[in-house]
């Protein structure tokens, strides 16, 4: 079916691009017509009525398709991993004692070599219960001291922006992962991986990844699963309420990593875009043709099949999006973020209902139309808002993510944060 959703146009003549920016296009009436794959009809053409069938066949071969043609699949090691945890410090004091920060060490080994990657957890303090936990995805925050509490002028907030306080007295912890430490993009312009955590899984005499093997969304997909295995060991987790979190190339790999680990609860997505919640067919802003041609790395080299016509493909980020049926998740974008294409992140968000509706969940939308900018729909298993601004995670993006996870994971209604505070 064709999508077409009500859109404001914008002005984008003052704009100028570099690189991989060049030769965008930003103007409505160059996007081609297309066809969406129904999220409930399968590749070979067959209706989807019921959980089972989804579950058995649909689900699978939609995210299928996805590793091996798009991000790569995790391949089998040539000597089994073993995985260890190791606490590092524990700090009770932050805020007076309302948070506690944990600082974690993940070891993953084998034969081949070792590789670490540090974790930080910061949870309410005094709670009675086990709490539910935003996972973030990041590259090096925590070794770039992004974590720290030390400017007063911005109480309450990390220096990369976490509202620490108000997680915490709302009774959501929050963790991260430099995934960064399972893998630094090589920028290979062939698309060739290698390093990090990669190497343990290469088999004798083998120097890259293969065409179907992870690029680098799936790697730190990877890292976040790494995270989320910490978690799971946590007293002060409840582990089925852990929400993959990311930004920006950070979206794409907290929906990997959310998609293809069910443990998560849910996924916050954060101007995720191409490869995330934007549909490829729109051809607007970011394409698969300028991702395989300027961040090769990213994905696996079996995507460049598709990277001139991504008409061919079976599948959209729509049917991902559907995947994570029947855990909630959140899309948000904001209004003058033209290269994830904000338009095309709401059609891939509306499209992806039909799942939930197998599963006989509440997903409030009415129309078509794009909600309006700073309208944020929260009481639904589809989250979703467009924010005026631009690309990147903001305070209002975080409110609206406490909010969607008091809702669904603590069966509180929306509140603000005057009510939190009074």
Same mark, same amino acid.
């Given at each position: 079916?064709?999508?077409?959703?009500?859109?404001?146009?914008?002005?984008?003549?003052?704009?100028?691009?570099?690189?991989?920016?060049? %030769?965008?296009? *930003?103007? &409505? $009436?160059?996007?081609? &017509?297309?066809?969406?794959?129904?999220?409930?009809?399968?590749?070979?053409? @067959?209706?989807?009525?019921?959980?089972?069938?989804?579950?058995?066949?649909?689900?699978?071969?939609? +995210?299928?398709?996805?590793?091996?043609?798009?991000?790569? /699949?995790?391949?089998?090691?040539?000597?089994?991993?073993?995985?260890?945890?190791?606490?590092?410090? %524990?700090? @009770?004091?932050?805020?007076?004692?309302? #948070?506690?920060?944990?600082?974690?060490?993940?070891?993953?080994?084998? &034969?081949?070599?070792?590789?670490?990657?540090?974790?930080?957890?910061?949870?309410?303090?005094? $709670?009675?219960?086990?709490?539910?936990?935003?996972?973030?995805?990041?590259?090096?925050? !925590?070794?770039?001291?992004?974590?720290?509490?030390?400017?007063?002028?911005? =109480?309450?907030?990390?220096?990369?922006?976490?509202?620490?306080?108000?997680?915490?007295?709302?009774?959501?912890?929050?963790?991260?992962?430099? *995934?960064?430490?399972?893998?630094?993009?090589?920028?290979?312009?062939?698309?060739?991986?290698?390093?990090?955590?990669?190497?343990?899984?290469?088999?004798?005499?083998?120097?890259?990844?293969?065409?179907? %093997?992870?690029?680098?969304?799936?790697?730190?997909?990877?890292?976040?699963?790494?995270?989320?295995?910490?978690?799971?060991?946590?007293?002060?987790?409840?582990?089925?309420?852990?929400?993959?979190? /990311? #930004?920006?190339?950070? /979206? @794409? +790999?907290?929906?990997?990593?959310?998609?293809?680990?069910?443990?998560?609860?849910?996924?916050?997505?954060?101007?995720?875009?191409?490869? /995330?919640?934007?549909?490829?067919?729109?051809? =607007?802003?970011?394409?698969?043709?300028?991702?395989?041609?300027?961040?090769?790395?990213?994905? #696996?080299?079996?995507?460049?099949?598709?990277?001139?016509?991504?008409?061919?493909?079976?599948?959209?980020?729509?049917?991902?999006?559907?995947?994570?049926?029947?855990?909630?998740?959140?899309?948000?974008?904001?209004?003058?973020?033209?290269?994830?294409?904000?338009?095309?992140?709401?059609?891939?968000?509306?499209?992806?209902?039909?799942?939930?509706?197998?599963? @006989?969940?509440?997903?409030?939308?009415?129309?078509?139309?794009?909600?309006? !900018?700073?309208?944020?729909?929260?009481?639904?298993?589809?989250?979703?808002? +467009?924010?005026?601004?631009?690309?990147?995670?903001?305070?209002?993006?975080?409110?609206? =993510?406490?909010?969607?996870? &008091?809702?669904?994971?603590?069966?509180?209604?929306?509140?603000?944060?005057?009510?939190?505070?009074?």
């Amino acid at each position: 079916m064709l999508a077409f959703v009500a859109f404001a146009s914008f002005n984008v003549a003052a704009q100028t691009f570099e690189g991989k920016y060049l %030769e965008a296009n *930003y103007d &409505e $009436s160059k996007v081609p &017509e297309y066809d969406l794959p129904h999220v409930l009809s399968s590749f070979e053409g @067959k209706s989807i009525k019921t959980v089972e069938d989804w579950k058995k066949f649909r689900r699978p071969e939609i +995210v299928d398709f996805f590793a091996q043609n798009m991000f790569g /699949g995790v391949p089998t090691p040539s000597s089994p991993i073993k995985k260890s945890f190791k606490l590092i410090s %524990e700090d @009770k004091t932050i805020f007076n004692g309302l #948070c506690t920060r944990k600082d974690v060490l993940i070891t993953f080994e084998n &034969e081949i070599g070792k590789v670490t990657m540090p974790l930080v957890l910061f949870v309410p303090t005094n $709670s009675k219960d086990k709490v539910p936990v935003i996972l973030l995805a990041n590259g090096s925050d !925590i070794k770039r001291k992004g974590l720290k509490l030390n400017n007063p002028q911005s =109480y309450g907030k990390t220096e990369n922006g976490i509202p620490l306080h108000q997680l915490m007295s709302r009774g959501i912890g929050v963790a991260t992962v430099d *995934y960064q430490a399972f893998g630094i993009d090589n920028g290979n312009k062939e698309g060739k991986v290698s390093g990090g955590i990669s190497n343990l899984y290469f088999k004798n005499g083998q120097e890259f990844t293969k065409e179907n %093997e992870w690029g680098m969304i799936a790697i730190w997909a990877y890292a976040l699963r790494a995270g989320m295995d910490y978690l799971e060991t946590d007293k002060d987790v409840q582990d089925n309420q852990v929400a993959a979190l /990311g #930004c920006s190339i950070g /979206g @794409k +790999v907290a929906l990997w990593a959310a998609v293809t680990d069910t443990r998560f609860g849910m996924a916050l997505l954060a101007t995720a875009g191409h490869g /995330g919640d934007a549909i490829w067919r729109r051809e =607007y802003g970011e394409t698969l043709q300028n991702m395989c041609d300027n961040l090769p790395t990213w994905i #696996c080299r079996n995507a460049n099949k598709y990277a001139k016509n991504v008409h061919a493909l079976p599948v959209d980020q729509h049917s991902l999006l559907a995947t994570m049926a029947p855990r909630p998740f959140y899309v948000s974008n904001a209004q003058h973020d033209l290269w994830a294409d904000q338009k095309g992140q709401w059609i891939g968000t509306y499209n992806a209902a039909p799942s939930y509706q197998l599963y @006989k969940k509440d997903v409030a939308f009415t129309s078509e139309k794009q909600p309006a !900018i700073n309208h944020p729909i929260i009481k639904s298993m589809i989250g979703y808002h +467009v924010r005026s601004g631009v690309h990147g995670l903001e305070l209002y993006d975080w409110e609206q =993510y406490m909010k969607f996870i &008091e809702y669904h994971f603590l069966s509180i209604e929306p509140r603000s944060v005057e009510e939190v505070y009074k």
